[in-house]
Protein backbone atom coordinates (compact mmCIF):
# COMPACT_ATOMS: atom_id res chain seq x y z
CA UNK A 1 0.00 0.00 0.00
CA UNK A 2 1.95 2.77 -1.13
CA UNK A 3 1.55 6.49 1.16
CA UNK A 4 0.97 4.54 4.25
CA UNK A 5 2.16 6.49 7.19
CA UNK A 6 2.32 3.92 10.26
CA UNK A 7 0.37 5.33 13.38
CA UNK A 8 2.35 3.91 16.21
CA UNK A 9 5.57 4.28 17.46
CA UNK A 10 8.68 2.00 17.37
CA UNK A 11 7.32 0.46 20.55
CA UNK A 12 4.04 -0.60 19.56
CA UNK A 13 5.35 -1.48 15.79
CA UNK A 14 8.05 -4.03 17.76
CA UNK A 15 5.41 -5.81 20.07
CA UNK A 16 3.40 -6.12 17.41
CA UNK A 17 5.92 -7.63 15.37
CA UNK A 18 6.62 -9.83 18.35
CA UNK A 19 3.08 -10.91 18.61
CA UNK A 20 2.48 -11.83 15.37
CA UNK A 21 5.47 -14.41 15.04
CA UNK A 22 4.68 -15.73 17.74
CA UNK A 23 1.35 -16.58 17.02
CA UNK A 24 1.65 -17.59 13.92
CA UNK A 25 4.52 -20.37 15.25
CA UNK A 26 1.57 -21.48 17.51
CA UNK A 27 -0.70 -21.76 15.34
CA UNK A 28 1.58 -23.58 12.96
CA UNK A 29 3.17 -25.96 15.86
CA UNK A 30 0.43 -25.82 18.61
CA UNK A 31 -2.56 -25.93 16.91
CA UNK A 32 -1.48 -28.21 13.34
CA UNK A 33 -3.13 -24.92 11.22
CA UNK A 34 -1.66 -25.31 7.36
CA UNK A 35 1.01 -23.06 7.15
CA UNK A 36 -1.04 -21.57 4.05
CA UNK A 37 -4.07 -20.84 5.80
CA UNK A 38 -2.05 -19.50 8.79
CA UNK A 39 0.40 -17.00 7.28
CA UNK A 40 -2.61 -15.88 5.38
CA UNK A 41 -4.53 -14.96 8.65
CA UNK A 42 -1.87 -13.68 10.55
CA UNK A 43 -0.58 -11.55 7.89
CA UNK A 44 -4.62 -9.79 8.04
CA UNK A 45 -4.65 -9.50 11.80
CA UNK A 46 -1.44 -7.98 11.60
CA UNK A 47 -2.08 -5.44 8.68
CA UNK A 48 -5.19 -4.45 10.84
CA UNK A 49 -3.44 -4.57 14.50
CA UNK A 50 -0.55 -1.67 12.57
CA UNK A 51 -3.11 0.27 11.69
CA UNK A 52 -3.37 -0.06 8.09
CA UNK A 53 -6.99 0.88 6.89
CA UNK A 54 -9.50 -1.56 6.45
CA UNK A 55 -9.90 -0.26 2.43
CA UNK A 56 -5.92 -1.68 2.16
CA UNK A 57 -5.45 -4.54 3.75
CA UNK A 58 -6.35 -6.68 0.58
CA UNK A 59 -4.21 -4.38 -1.64
CA UNK A 60 -1.04 -4.82 0.82
CA UNK A 61 -1.71 -8.45 1.28
CA UNK A 62 -1.79 -8.95 -2.52
CA UNK A 63 1.04 -6.71 -3.22
CA UNK A 64 3.67 -9.16 -0.78
CA UNK A 65 1.77 -12.55 -2.38
CA UNK A 66 2.17 -11.46 -5.55
CA UNK A 67 5.79 -9.73 -5.88
CA UNK A 68 7.09 -12.57 -4.13
CA UNK A 69 5.20 -14.78 -6.88
CA UNK A 70 6.60 -13.24 -9.37
CA UNK A 71 9.95 -13.79 -8.84
CA UNK A 72 9.72 -17.50 -7.24
CA UNK A 73 6.73 -19.17 -9.14
CA UNK A 74 7.93 -18.75 -12.68
CA UNK A 75 11.26 -19.92 -11.14
CA UNK A 76 9.97 -23.20 -9.02
CA UNK A 77 8.27 -24.24 -12.14
CA UNK A 78 10.65 -24.26 -14.62
CA UNK A 79 13.47 -25.66 -12.33
CA UNK A 80 11.05 -28.22 -11.14
CA UNK A 81 10.61 -29.70 -14.69
CA UNK A 82 14.12 -29.87 -14.96
CA UNK A 83 14.99 -31.17 -12.39
CA UNK A 84 12.18 -34.15 -12.80
CA UNK A 85 13.23 -34.78 -16.55
CA UNK A 86 17.20 -35.41 -14.73
CA UNK A 87 15.47 -37.43 -12.67
CA UNK A 88 13.49 -39.32 -14.10
CA UNK A 89 15.72 -40.12 -17.00
CA UNK A 90 18.74 -41.16 -14.40
CA UNK A 91 20.67 -37.75 -15.25
CA UNK A 92 20.99 -37.13 -11.81
CA UNK A 93 22.19 -40.59 -10.90
CA UNK A 94 24.57 -40.17 -13.51
CA UNK A 95 26.07 -36.93 -12.12
CA UNK A 96 25.60 -38.54 -8.53
CA UNK A 97 27.71 -41.08 -9.61
CA UNK A 98 30.02 -39.24 -10.87
CA UNK A 99 30.43 -36.71 -8.21
CA UNK A 100 30.59 -40.07 -5.65
CA UNK A 101 33.96 -41.46 -7.89
CA UNK A 102 35.42 -38.22 -8.05
CA UNK A 103 35.09 -37.65 -3.80
CA UNK A 104 34.57 -41.00 -2.76
CA UNK A 105 31.33 -42.07 -1.00
CA UNK A 106 32.89 -40.60 2.66
CA UNK A 107 33.16 -37.18 0.83
CA UNK A 108 29.80 -37.27 -0.90
CA UNK A 109 28.67 -33.97 0.39
CA UNK A 110 31.60 -32.20 0.08
CA UNK A 111 31.13 -33.11 -3.46
CA UNK A 112 27.32 -31.53 -3.51
CA UNK A 113 28.48 -28.41 -1.40
CA UNK A 114 31.27 -27.60 -4.16
CA UNK A 115 29.45 -28.08 -7.37
CA UNK A 116 26.70 -25.78 -5.71
CA UNK A 117 28.96 -23.02 -4.97
CA UNK A 118 30.26 -23.63 -8.56
CA UNK A 119 26.93 -23.37 -9.71
CA UNK A 120 25.93 -20.68 -7.09
CA UNK A 121 27.81 -18.05 -8.89
CA UNK A 122 25.45 -17.08 -11.59
CA UNK A 123 22.25 -19.09 -10.37
CA UNK A 124 19.92 -17.63 -7.88
CA UNK A 125 18.78 -19.95 -4.46
CA UNK A 126 15.35 -20.91 -5.52
CA UNK A 127 16.79 -21.71 -8.95
CA UNK A 128 19.96 -23.75 -8.09
CA UNK A 129 18.48 -25.19 -5.11
CA UNK A 130 15.59 -27.02 -7.55
CA UNK A 131 17.95 -28.23 -10.25
CA UNK A 132 20.25 -29.53 -8.08
CA UNK A 133 17.87 -31.27 -5.55
CA UNK A 134 17.80 -34.45 -7.32
CA UNK A 135 20.70 -35.23 -7.42
CA UNK A 136 21.34 -34.58 -3.34
CA UNK A 137 17.92 -37.06 -3.24
CA UNK A 138 20.08 -39.62 -5.88
CA UNK A 139 23.18 -39.32 -3.78
CA UNK A 140 21.28 -39.50 -0.16
CA UNK A 141 19.28 -42.94 -1.47
CA UNK A 142 22.98 -44.18 -2.72
CA UNK A 143 24.69 -43.60 0.15
CA UNK A 144 22.21 -43.87 2.77
CA UNK A 145 21.84 -41.67 6.40
CA UNK A 146 19.76 -38.49 6.57
CA UNK A 147 18.74 -36.32 3.25
CA UNK A 148 20.29 -33.36 5.68
CA UNK A 149 23.82 -34.65 5.80
CA UNK A 150 23.47 -33.82 2.03
CA UNK A 151 20.58 -31.33 1.60
CA UNK A 152 22.11 -28.32 4.07
CA UNK A 153 25.59 -28.22 2.37
CA UNK A 154 23.79 -27.90 -0.48
CA UNK A 155 21.53 -25.26 0.48
CA UNK A 156 23.93 -23.62 2.33
CA UNK A 157 26.34 -23.29 -1.01
CA UNK A 158 23.73 -21.26 -2.79
CA UNK A 159 22.40 -18.98 -0.05
CA UNK A 160 26.26 -17.99 0.98
CA UNK A 161 27.30 -17.35 -2.85
CA UNK A 162 23.38 -15.59 -3.36
CA UNK A 163 24.22 -13.13 -0.45
CA UNK A 164 27.91 -12.34 -0.81
CA UNK A 165 28.93 -12.71 -4.14
CA UNK A 166 27.60 -10.42 -6.86
CA UNK A 167 26.31 -10.85 -9.43
CA UNK A 168 23.37 -11.33 -7.40
CA UNK A 169 20.85 -8.30 -7.07
CA UNK A 170 21.42 -8.25 -3.21
CA UNK A 171 25.32 -7.65 -3.07
CA UNK A 172 25.35 -5.88 -6.02
CA UNK A 173 22.92 -3.02 -4.70
CA UNK A 174 24.57 -2.67 -1.61
CA UNK A 175 28.08 -2.25 -3.31
CA UNK A 176 26.49 0.69 -5.49
CA UNK A 177 25.14 2.06 -2.65
CA UNK A 178 27.81 2.34 -0.37
CA UNK A 179 30.20 2.96 -3.34
CA UNK A 180 32.40 0.16 -2.66
CA UNK A 181 34.28 -1.44 -6.16
CA UNK A 182 32.26 -4.17 -7.23
CA UNK A 183 35.09 -6.50 -8.72
CA UNK A 184 36.65 -6.00 -5.44
CA UNK A 185 33.74 -7.22 -3.88
CA UNK A 186 33.07 -10.06 -5.88
CA UNK A 187 36.81 -11.40 -4.73
CA UNK A 188 36.03 -10.46 -0.98
CA UNK A 189 32.91 -12.00 -1.02
CA UNK A 190 34.28 -14.85 -2.36
CA UNK A 191 37.45 -15.50 -0.44
CA UNK A 192 34.97 -15.17 2.71
CA UNK A 193 32.29 -17.22 1.41
CA UNK A 194 34.51 -20.27 1.30
CA UNK A 195 35.17 -21.04 4.76
CA UNK A 196 31.83 -19.71 5.62
CA UNK A 197 29.92 -22.33 3.74
CA UNK A 198 32.83 -24.94 5.40
CA UNK A 199 32.35 -24.07 8.62
CA UNK A 200 28.52 -23.31 9.32
CA UNK A 201 27.13 -25.24 6.48
CA UNK A 202 29.33 -28.04 5.46
CA UNK A 203 30.17 -29.31 8.88
CA UNK A 204 26.77 -28.04 10.70
CA UNK A 205 25.31 -30.27 7.71
CA UNK A 206 27.25 -33.22 8.84
CA UNK A 207 26.27 -32.78 12.17
CA UNK A 208 22.48 -32.40 11.58
CA UNK A 209 22.25 -35.59 9.96
CA UNK A 210 23.31 -37.12 12.38
CA UNK A 211 21.31 -35.53 14.84
CA UNK A 212 18.12 -35.30 12.49
CA UNK A 213 17.59 -38.98 10.75
CA UNK A 214 15.26 -37.40 7.64
CA UNK A 215 14.68 -40.10 4.92
CA UNK A 216 14.86 -38.98 1.20
CA UNK A 217 11.56 -37.69 -0.01
CA UNK A 218 9.74 -40.00 -2.07
CA UNK A 219 6.87 -37.42 -3.86
CA UNK A 220 8.65 -34.48 -4.57
CA UNK A 221 11.22 -34.03 -7.51
CA UNK A 222 11.12 -38.54 -7.33
CA UNK A 223 10.02 -41.21 -8.08
CA UNK A 224 11.24 -43.27 -5.35
CA UNK A 225 13.75 -45.40 -8.27
CA UNK A 226 17.57 -45.48 -8.47
CA UNK A 227 17.46 -47.93 -11.65
CA UNK A 228 17.44 -46.71 -15.13
CA UNK A 229 17.91 -47.96 -18.68
CA UNK A 230 19.34 -46.18 -20.86
CA UNK A 231 20.58 -42.96 -18.65
CA UNK A 232 21.89 -39.93 -20.52
CA UNK A 233 26.09 -39.26 -20.48
CA UNK A 234 27.48 -37.06 -18.23
CA UNK A 235 29.02 -34.76 -20.62
CA UNK A 236 24.92 -34.38 -21.50
CA UNK A 237 23.90 -34.01 -17.97
CA UNK A 238 26.78 -31.57 -17.40
CA UNK A 239 25.39 -29.66 -20.75
CA UNK A 240 21.86 -29.28 -19.33
CA UNK A 241 23.52 -28.03 -15.76
CA UNK A 242 25.88 -25.54 -17.20
CA UNK A 243 23.22 -23.87 -19.86
CA UNK A 244 21.47 -21.80 -18.06
CA UNK A 245 24.61 -20.62 -15.80
CA UNK A 246 26.37 -20.00 -19.23
CA UNK A 247 23.23 -17.96 -20.32
CA UNK A 248 23.69 -15.71 -17.66
CA UNK A 249 26.53 -14.91 -17.67
CA UNK A 250 26.04 -14.03 -21.11
CA UNK A 251 23.79 -11.51 -19.81
CA UNK A 252 26.40 -10.18 -17.32
CA UNK A 253 29.27 -9.81 -19.68
CA UNK A 254 27.38 -8.08 -22.59
CA UNK A 255 25.55 -6.04 -19.23
CA UNK A 256 29.09 -4.99 -18.04
CA UNK A 257 30.35 -4.40 -21.60
CA UNK A 258 26.99 -2.33 -22.05
CA UNK A 259 27.52 -0.25 -18.99
CA UNK A 260 31.22 0.62 -19.77
CA UNK A 261 30.18 1.66 -23.63
CA UNK A 262 32.48 -1.04 -25.28
CA UNK A 263 29.26 -2.49 -27.23
CA UNK A 264 26.27 -0.47 -28.62
CA UNK A 265 23.19 -1.38 -26.23
CA UNK A 266 20.82 -1.62 -28.87
CA UNK A 267 23.21 -3.82 -31.21
CA UNK A 268 20.65 -7.05 -31.94
CA UNK A 269 23.12 -9.34 -30.66
CA UNK A 270 23.35 -7.65 -27.77
CA UNK A 271 19.17 -7.32 -27.10
CA UNK A 272 19.57 -11.36 -28.10
CA UNK A 273 22.16 -12.13 -25.28
CA UNK A 274 20.65 -10.12 -22.41
CA UNK A 275 17.29 -11.75 -23.14
CA UNK A 276 18.67 -15.08 -23.42
CA UNK A 277 20.44 -14.07 -19.84
CA UNK A 278 18.01 -13.26 -17.79
CA UNK A 279 16.71 -16.07 -15.60
CA UNK A 280 13.67 -17.45 -16.18
CA UNK A 281 14.44 -17.22 -20.61
CA UNK A 282 17.41 -19.68 -19.38
CA UNK A 283 15.84 -21.80 -17.74
CA UNK A 284 13.08 -22.25 -20.39
CA UNK A 285 15.66 -22.62 -22.70
CA UNK A 286 17.16 -25.20 -20.82
CA UNK A 287 13.81 -26.92 -20.39
CA UNK A 288 12.96 -26.99 -23.97
CA UNK A 289 17.08 -28.26 -24.56
CA UNK A 290 15.92 -30.79 -21.61
CA UNK A 291 12.53 -32.42 -23.03
CA UNK A 292 14.56 -32.61 -26.87
CA UNK A 293 17.69 -34.22 -25.64
CA UNK A 294 17.03 -36.38 -22.62
CA UNK A 295 13.20 -37.21 -24.21
CA UNK A 296 14.76 -38.34 -27.24
CA UNK A 297 15.16 -41.90 -27.57
CA UNK A 298 13.59 -42.73 -24.40
CA UNK A 299 10.01 -41.51 -24.52
CA UNK A 300 7.30 -40.13 -26.52
CA UNK A 301 6.43 -36.34 -26.64
CA UNK A 302 2.97 -37.51 -24.96
CA UNK A 303 4.88 -38.97 -21.90
CA UNK A 304 7.35 -36.18 -22.00
CA UNK A 305 4.53 -33.69 -21.45
CA UNK A 306 3.17 -36.32 -18.42
CA UNK A 307 6.36 -36.30 -16.86
CA UNK A 308 7.06 -32.02 -17.00
CA UNK A 309 3.04 -31.55 -16.14
CA UNK A 310 3.41 -34.29 -12.97
CA UNK A 311 6.08 -32.72 -11.87
CA UNK A 312 4.15 -29.65 -11.25
CA UNK A 313 1.53 -31.12 -8.61
CA UNK A 314 3.53 -31.80 -5.82
CA UNK A 315 5.53 -28.00 -5.40
CA UNK A 316 2.06 -26.54 -5.41
CA UNK A 317 1.59 -26.51 -2.01
CA UNK A 318 5.48 -24.69 -1.58
CA UNK A 319 4.44 -22.08 -4.12
CA UNK A 320 1.35 -20.81 -2.29
CA UNK A 321 3.04 -21.22 0.95
CA UNK A 322 6.07 -19.32 -0.60
CA UNK A 323 4.14 -16.59 -2.01
CA UNK A 324 1.88 -16.37 1.72
CA UNK A 325 5.04 -15.76 3.27
CA UNK A 326 5.88 -13.10 1.34
CA UNK A 327 2.64 -11.37 2.16
CA UNK A 328 3.36 -11.66 5.88
CA UNK A 329 7.02 -9.97 4.98
CA UNK A 330 4.93 -7.29 2.58
CA UNK A 331 3.00 -6.70 5.86
CA UNK A 332 5.89 -6.21 8.12
CA UNK A 333 7.68 -3.76 5.57
CA UNK A 334 4.45 -1.57 4.81
CA UNK A 335 3.17 -1.34 8.24
CA UNK A 336 6.84 0.25 9.27
CA UNK A 337 7.73 -2.60 11.37
CA UNK A 338 11.46 -2.50 9.39
CA UNK A 339 12.12 1.05 9.33
CA UNK A 340 11.07 1.37 13.12
CA UNK A 341 13.58 -1.31 14.17
CA UNK A 342 16.63 -0.36 11.58
CA UNK A 343 15.97 3.49 12.82
CA UNK A 344 16.33 2.30 16.02
CA UNK A 345 19.47 0.81 15.38
CA UNK A 346 21.10 3.19 13.38
CA UNK A 347 21.48 5.36 16.52
CA UNK A 348 23.03 3.16 18.55
CA UNK A 349 26.41 5.22 17.67
CA UNK A 350 28.41 1.23 16.73
CA UNK A 351 31.07 1.56 14.46
CA UNK A 352 30.01 1.45 10.80
CA UNK A 353 30.17 -2.63 9.60
CA UNK A 354 28.82 -3.82 13.34
CA UNK A 355 26.10 -0.87 12.62
CA UNK A 356 25.63 -2.72 8.88
CA UNK A 357 25.54 -6.24 9.96
CA UNK A 358 23.00 -5.28 13.21
CA UNK A 359 20.54 -3.22 10.77
CA UNK A 360 20.38 -5.97 8.19
CA UNK A 361 19.77 -8.60 10.50
CA UNK A 362 17.05 -6.76 12.37
CA UNK A 363 15.36 -6.08 9.01
CA UNK A 364 16.00 -9.96 8.14
CA UNK A 365 14.33 -11.07 11.20
CA UNK A 366 11.46 -8.46 10.66
CA UNK A 367 10.19 -9.04 6.96
CA UNK A 368 11.94 -12.05 5.92
CA UNK A 369 13.56 -11.15 2.66
CA UNK A 370 17.44 -11.35 2.36
CA UNK A 371 17.59 -8.94 -0.82
CA UNK A 372 15.40 -7.01 0.90
CA UNK A 373 17.39 -6.34 3.64
CA UNK A 374 20.45 -6.14 1.65
CA UNK A 375 19.16 -3.82 0.14
CA UNK A 376 16.94 -1.76 2.63
CA UNK A 377 20.61 -1.96 5.13
CA UNK A 378 22.69 -0.14 2.34
CA UNK A 379 20.29 2.37 1.74
CA UNK A 380 20.42 3.09 5.75
CA UNK A 381 23.97 2.51 6.61
CA UNK A 382 25.15 4.57 3.07
CA UNK A 383 24.94 8.19 4.80
CA UNK A 384 27.50 7.11 7.98
CA UNK A 385 29.60 5.36 5.42
CA UNK A 386 30.54 8.04 3.59
CA UNK A 387 30.56 10.26 6.53
CA UNK A 388 33.28 8.12 7.69
CA UNK A 389 37.02 8.78 7.11
CA UNK A 390 40.07 6.39 6.64
CA UNK A 391 37.72 3.54 4.95
CA UNK A 392 39.69 1.65 2.71
CA UNK A 393 38.47 0.01 -0.89
CA UNK A 394 38.66 -3.47 1.07
CA UNK A 395 36.41 -2.00 4.08
CA UNK A 396 33.79 -0.98 2.22
CA UNK A 397 33.56 -4.31 0.42
CA UNK A 398 33.81 -5.62 3.96
CA UNK A 399 31.18 -3.60 4.57
CA UNK A 400 29.06 -5.26 1.91
CA UNK A 401 29.47 -8.49 3.41
CA UNK A 402 28.53 -7.68 6.93
CA UNK A 403 25.18 -6.57 5.32
CA UNK A 404 24.80 -9.62 3.42
CA UNK A 405 25.82 -11.82 6.78
CA UNK A 406 23.02 -9.66 9.09
CA UNK A 407 20.51 -10.16 6.10
CA UNK A 408 21.28 -14.07 5.94
CA UNK A 409 21.02 -15.12 9.60
CA UNK A 410 17.76 -16.06 11.16
CA UNK A 411 15.55 -17.13 8.97
CA UNK A 412 11.67 -17.98 9.85
CA UNK A 413 8.42 -17.93 9.35
CA UNK A 414 8.54 -14.70 7.25
CA UNK A 415 11.18 -16.19 4.90
CA UNK A 416 10.18 -17.61 1.63
CA UNK A 417 13.36 -19.62 1.73
CA UNK A 418 12.18 -21.29 4.99
CA UNK A 419 8.79 -22.97 3.84
CA UNK A 420 10.87 -23.80 0.03
CA UNK A 421 13.73 -25.85 1.77
CA UNK A 422 11.37 -27.18 4.58
CA UNK A 423 8.64 -28.18 2.12
CA UNK A 424 10.88 -29.83 -0.47
CA UNK A 425 12.82 -31.62 2.16
CA UNK A 426 9.45 -32.72 3.62
CA UNK A 427 10.54 -31.26 7.42
CA UNK A 428 7.71 -29.73 9.62
CA UNK A 429 8.51 -26.26 11.45
CA UNK A 430 10.30 -27.19 14.70
CA UNK A 431 12.85 -29.35 12.28
CA UNK A 432 12.95 -26.82 9.77
CA UNK A 433 13.99 -24.10 12.72
CA UNK A 434 16.62 -26.30 14.10
CA UNK A 435 18.16 -27.08 11.31
CA UNK A 436 17.68 -24.27 7.93
CA UNK A 437 17.31 -21.61 10.77
CA UNK A 438 20.35 -22.73 12.57
CA UNK A 439 22.48 -23.15 9.74
CA UNK A 440 21.34 -19.71 8.37
CA UNK A 441 21.95 -18.11 11.94
CA UNK A 442 25.59 -19.56 11.63
CA UNK A 443 26.49 -17.87 8.10
CA UNK A 444 25.55 -15.17 9.12
CA UNK A 445 27.68 -14.80 12.04
CA UNK A 446 30.38 -16.75 11.05
CA UNK A 447 30.26 -14.43 7.94
CA UNK A 448 30.13 -11.75 10.13
CA UNK A 449 32.94 -12.74 12.63
CA UNK A 450 35.99 -13.29 9.46
CA UNK A 451 34.79 -10.11 7.68
CA UNK A 452 34.79 -8.12 11.17
CA UNK A 453 38.02 -9.49 12.01
CA UNK A 454 39.98 -9.29 8.69
CA UNK A 455 38.63 -5.24 8.59
CA UNK A 456 40.95 -4.74 11.91
CA UNK A 457 44.31 -6.11 10.28
CA UNK A 458 43.45 -4.73 7.01
Known amino acids: MENFEPVYGTGPLLGIAAGAIALLLLLIIRFRLHAFVALVLVSVLTALATGIPVSGVVP?????FGGTLANVALLVGLGVMIGRLLEITGGAAVLAGALIRLFGEKRAPLALGVASLLFGFPIFFDVGLIVMLPIVFSVARRVGGSVLTYALPTAGAFAVMHAFVPPHPGPVTAAVEIGADMGLTLLVGLVLAIPTWYLSSYLFGLWAGKRFELPVPDDILADGTVKHENPPHLATVLGLLLLPMLL?????GTSTLV????VAEDALWVQVLMLLGQTPIALLVTLLAAMVVLGSGRFSRTRVEEIVGGALGPVCAIILITGAGGMFGGVLRTSGIGEALAGTLEETGLPVIVAAFVIALALRVAQGSATVALTTAAGLIAPAVHASTGLSSIDLALVVVAIACGATAFSHV??????????????????TLKTWTVMETLIGFVGFGLAFGLSLVV
Open 259 to 262: ATGA
Open 414 to 431: NDSGFWLVGRFLNMDVKT
Open 60 to 64: TLLDG
Open 248 to 252: IFGNT
